[in-house]
């Protein structure tokens, strides 16, 4: 008899990544068997990972809910990230973003990456146009859309 309703409570804590991998399959069986879990984690990849629906609490209290892809749409802004050809182009790159985005680049700890926040995919491409006219090379380029973690310490200022 399989039961229709089950609690974990932090359920991979202290489990190695491929532990903890085999027990997200044991979960996600059980929830396509059929049960409802009430899975509690502090593991916010965890909940993105197997939650159809979840709540962020604070202080004792529900601050958010809903599914993974909604509470991240909370974050409207898209992480734009931008790797240099040349790490001397940082500081002329960083004012370019500023003067073309209003925004301000926040600079990887290594130095040649440039990592922009916006909401607007447009403004991104008018951006990278502006870095190619005034020749500041792009080497890499990527866009990552806004994480639970990011949600959550937004949230809980």
């Known amino acids: 008899m399989k039961p229709p309703l089950i609690f974990l409570d932090e359920p991979t804590t202290g489990l190695d990544p491929r532990t903890r991998g085999e027990m997200w399959d044991v979960i996600r069986s059980l929830a396509n068997d059929g049960a409802t879990i009430l899975l509690t984690t502090q593991y916010l990849e965890e909940a993105d990972q197997l939650a159809d629906r979840l709540a962020i609490i604070n202080h004792g209290r529900i601050i958010s809910q809903g599914t993974p892809d909604e509470l991240k749409t909370l974050l409207s802004e898209t992480q734009f990230e931008i790797t240099l050809e040349d790490m001397k182009e940082i500081e002329r790159a960083k004012q370019l973003v500023q003067d ?12 040649a990456k440039l990592t922009v926040k916006l909401a607007d995919t447009k403004a991104m491409m008018k951006l990278l146009s502006s870095l190619t006219q005034h020749e500041i090379g792009v080497k890499e380029f990527s866009v990552r859309k806004p994480t639970l973690d990011e949600v959550f310490l937004e949230l809980t200022k």
Not at 100 to 111: C, W
């Open 100 to 111: 073309e985005t209003a925004q301000e680049a926040m600079v990887s700890p290594e130095g």
